[in-house]
């Protein structure tokens, strides 16, 4: 299926790349983010996933429509998915 | 073994917080004190940015020159021009000598000498890491700090002030 | 005693200026900063009646900073005032960066207490171990910046650190701010208008004695270990980069900007676009720089704006300084529809400049558009109100021009309807219009308003219901709902549910327990946004480690993390003398009845989960629920005793 992903800030710099439209083979985040970092190198993957745990690292949030989508998430083809660091203040 | 290493500074990464001049002071003399710090950072008043202010450890110190000590005397391992403070009368030419303003005295009266830290500089260590593109004027890489201290070829901004 | 400095004590009825050093059973209890500063809060009102005008000679102005600041953690240097608040007639503080507060620890002084009043202008100038009340007769009427440049020239340092208010502290405008140079703002609860009430136009500092230091080894590995910390936290690099300014992005992606008043929570894409950080660090930023001592995240810019980057920036060509923050953005740029950097940026510095809360004034501009949206008011109000018919139609610059101007000069009708925040300029019009506008008003406890959308983010909806200084969020600042941080959810509570978006699951403990946990930071002196907002990474046990090596006093986490929540439970016992209880922790009519009407949190409002939340929220405070009281047990538990007994005294504790 086909899946359009974009990045904010900082996830941006580590991908090099604004987003893009990816033909998935498999059908969940953990996997799109698998075949993201074969594209975009081991420092993409480092950046998003916690080596000791398996899972996001502190603060890292791959969105869709507003919601948080963890690593075991059913994809739907054509789904928007945004990857952004959780921040606040004023 | 390759040349000596020197500081290299680029202000346009200097973010004014004065990490530098708190970890320097700290090392020295076990306090937090900027007025101790041997290295100072300041701000442009025009544009608001801000300026840290180090010794080059000149190939010709002035500083050295206007000792009438012999105070002053460069080590040979680190390349550091360093203050014999047994030496040192507190007469100050040095202070006037540098054109960079780099040797301070602190509130007691004492001469504050950059001593390179033996080969190590602390402010370096601490100066903070910028991220990527921090400052539009440079578009520096991730990692990039305003303090460095790298062997000669590497020096990129202050590369006028080294050859002294 | 190492890490510490004095309580400088300078009376400006009396002229009488002396110093004392902080009880070491007080430090145990407090540890600094916040705490100490509420502590001498305490005292001060159980010798004068709390229910004091705050305006009057006998309110208290505090400033302190934490043993942490103006050292090298890497966090920052973040000083408070504190006092009676004469915003909202309640606790008061008001947090800086700048260089004020750690040239103060430098000459010696951890907290500063001013009381009474001078006769006429004064400033106050500490060195070293001179202090000195002076004649600033001459700086009076002027703004913050030729004010402090005229105190400089003065005392002959132009690095000298000044905090200073501007026309808005003199007039007495209730939220009046105190702008910390070089150009940070203690904004909120009206810090400058207790300021203006003593006749005091700044306090100028420098100091050259410094902090002394136990364990200067331990300390730089507690400070190595806070560098690898900040370095393994991915979001880092995006706060270095674009501060508060990355906000922007984020709450578009979620749903918790607020735009025209609140209106709306989703700002139209076309706009959003030009008020990215991505946008202001591609035209407008020069530098990165950090606006307190000590801060290596360094998340401030600097900026400049040329002429042509934007559709208004001719009009503020050559303005150069200090960026906005997110704040400033959401008030002007979205609440009032103005789209545009330079714009913003330019309001950012007029309301620093006068001395007033943007927070207040942006939210007073956007309320008077609805208004005249609505057809409430017209050209004729305006013209009334400030002799030129000024249209507040969404995204007119003339209007929030002309407003910051006439409250910070008090010079027409406009400036007085505004001069005591928007709950009373509602009222003030209502009077004058005989139409209810309450209703538009967006506001929380006490009547603070506040630009973000957070109906659909319940932490955050409760913790501006019931922040001891007012509707806020730096009080209880967390990001476990709207960052959706399942991990600090399963840290703290063993459950990811509060972490878990858009529902009021363990919200209200979530809320309870950051306040705590703020406060523990607070009381620390160093800036609560990284530390807060990832608490995972920068650990209470980690900033306990550096203050033991600091200042040779053993604390651990837990014992930090207790005195936080014993320095919250101070402020609240503050606010229970004034009588307030559980029906003013509330939030106004648009947040609680009004439904989210677009984006993902639509359909939200927050009166179908407050209550049960606010009874959580007690509950896990050990709080009276019925009454919002605290109670004997949790004060005695807490080793509050004295304070417990003050509260028994005017019925204001429970069993």
Not at chain 3, 7 to 36: A, C, F, M, N
Not at chain 3, 120 to 140: F, G, L, Q, T
Request: net charge negative; charged share 25%; with cysteine.
């Amino acid at each position: 299926m086909v899946i359009k992903v974009r990045f904010e800030g900082p996830i941006k710099d580590a991908a090099r790349s604004e987003g893009e439209d990816i033909k998935l083979e498999g059908t969940n985040v953990g996997q799109l983010i698998g075949a993201l970092a074969d594209r975009y190198g081991p420092r993409f993957k480092e950046f998003l996933i916690d080596e000791e745990t398996g899972g996001y690292k502190e603060g890292i949030l791959i969105l869709s429509g507003g919601r948080r989508m963890d690593l075991d998430t059913e994809l739907e083809e054509g789904q928007e998915l945004v990857f952004i660091p959780a921040i606040a203040g004023g | 073994m390759g040349a000596k290493k020197i500081f290299s500074v680029d202000s346009r990464l200097c973010v004014g917080c004065k990490q530098c001049e708190l970890v320097c002071s700290l090392t020295k003399t076990g306090t937090f004190n900027p007025h101790k710090a041997r290295i100072r950072v300041t701000r442009n008043q025009v544009k608001g940015n801000y300026v840290p202010g180090i010794c080059y450890h000149c190939k010709q110190p002035k500083c050295q020159q206007a000792c009438p000590e012999d105070a002053l005397k460069r080590d040979i391992e680190t390349g550091a021009v360093v203050l014999n403070e047994s030496l040192c009368s507190g007469c100050r030419a040095c202070v006037v000598a540098c054109p960079f303003g780099a040797v301070q005295v602190d509130p007691d009266g004492n001469i504050l000498k950059c001593d390179l830290c033996g080969g190590d500089p602390t402010c370096v260590k601490y100066c903070s890491e910028r991220p990527e593109n921090s400052s539009p004027l440079m578009a520096n890489p991730e990692g990039a700090k305003a303090l460095q201290y790298v062997e000669p070829h590497q020096v990129t901004y202050t590369r006028r002030y080294a050859q002294l | 005693m190492y890490g510490y400095g004095e309580i400088l004590r300078i009376d400006l009825s009396s002229g009488d200026i002396s110093t004392e050093p902080i009880p070491s059973q007080v430090i145990r209890k407090y540890v600094g900063g916040e705490g100490i500063n509420d502590w001498l809060l305490w005292q001060h009102f159980t010798k004068v009646d709390p229910k004091i005008d705050p305006k009057g000679p006998d309110n208290v102005l505090i400033a302190g900073l934490g043993p942490l600041g103006g050292t090298a953690t890497g966090l920052g240097s973040k000083m408070k005032f504190t006092f009676k608040g004469p915003a909202w007639n309640m606790f008061g503080d008001s947090v800086a960066g700048g260089t004020f507060g750690t040239a103060m620890r430098y000459a010696g002084y951890d907290h500063i207490v001013v009381t009474g009043r001078a006769d006429k202008p004064v400033y106050i100038w500490i060195d070293d171990d001179k202090v000195e009340i002076r004649d600033a007769s001459a700086h009076w009427g002027k703004g913050v910046k030729e004010a402090v440049k005229g105190i400089r020239d003065e005392l002959g340092d132009t690095d000298m650190s000044v905090a200073c208010i501007g026309q808005a502290g003199e007039n007495l405008v209730s939220y009046a701010s105190v702008t910390v140079t070089e150009e940070r703002s203690a904004g909120r609860t009206g810090a400058g208008c207790v300021f203006g009430s003593k006749n005091l136009k700044a306090i100028a500092a420098r100091g050259s004695k410094g902090i002394s230091v136990s364990d200067p080894k331990g300390y730089l590995e507690a400070t190595d270990e806070i560098y690898h910390r900040l370095k393994s936290d991915p979001t880092h690099w995006g706060f270095r980069k674009n501060g508060t300014l990355g906000v922007v992005g984020f709450y578009d992606r979620i749903g918790g900007n607020a735009y025209r008043n609140n209106q709306f929570s989703m700002v139209p894409p076309e706009k959003i676009k030009v008020m990215l950080a991505r946008w202001f660090a591609d035209n407008m930023k020069t530098h990165d720089f950090a606006c307190s001592t000590g801060c290596t995240m360094g998340c401030c810019q600097i900026c400049e704006v040329k002429g042509h980057e934007s559709p208004l920036a001719e009009r503020y060509k050559g303005l150069t300084g200090e960026g906005p923050e997110y704040f400033t953005v959401a008030t002007f740029g979205m609440g009032c529809d103005i789209p545009d950097y330079a714009a913003i940026t330019h309001f950012h510095h007029a309301c620093n400049d006068y001395g007033m809360d943007l927070g207040e004034i942006g939210g007073a501009v956007p309320f008077l558009m609805e208004l005249w949206e609505r057809g409430i008011i017209d050209e004729e109000d305006t013209k009334r109100w400030c002799g030129e018919p000024i249209r507040f139609e969404w995204g007119n610059v003339e209007a929030v021009e002309k407003t910051i101007q006439s409250v910070g000069l008090q010079n027409d009708r406009l400036g007085e309807i505004l001069k005591d925040g928007l709950v009373k300029a509602a009222q003030n019009i209502m009077e004058e219009k005989d139409v209810p506008v309450q209703q538009y008003v967006i506001h929380g406890k006490g009547g603070a308003t506040f630009h973000e959308e957070i109906r659909s983010f319940p932490i955050w909806a409760l913790n501006f219901a019931v922040a001891s200084r007012g509707c806020d969020h730096l009080k209880g600042l967390n990001m476990m709902d709207k960052g959706f941080r399942k991990d600090i959810s399963k840290a703290w509570f063993g459950s990811e549910k509060a972490g878990e978006g858009y529902t009021p699951d363990l919200k209200g403990k979530a809320a309870a327990r950051s306040e705590n946990h703020t406060t523990a930071i607070n009381i620390t002196g160093v800036c609560v946004f990284r530390t807060a907002l990832n608490p995972l990474n920068i650990d209470l046990d980690l900033m306990a480690r550096a203050y033991t090596a600091l200042t040779g006093i053993e604390l651990n986490g837990e014992e930090l993390y207790l005195a936080g929540e014993r320095t919250y439970n101070l402020e609240k016992a503050f606010n229970s003398r004034l009588g307030l209880r559980r029906e003013d922790d509330t939030l106004c009519d648009r947040w609680m009845k009004e439904p989210i009407k677009e984006g993902p949190g639509k359909g939200m409002k927050a009166e179908d989960w407050f209550d049960d939340l606010l009874d959580e929220y007690y509950e896990y405070h050990g709080w009276d629920k019925k009454t919002s009281l605290q109670t004997r047990k949790k004060l005695e538990a807490l080793d509050m005793v004295d304070v417990l007994e003050v509260l028994e005294n005017e019925g204001a504790a429970t069993e």
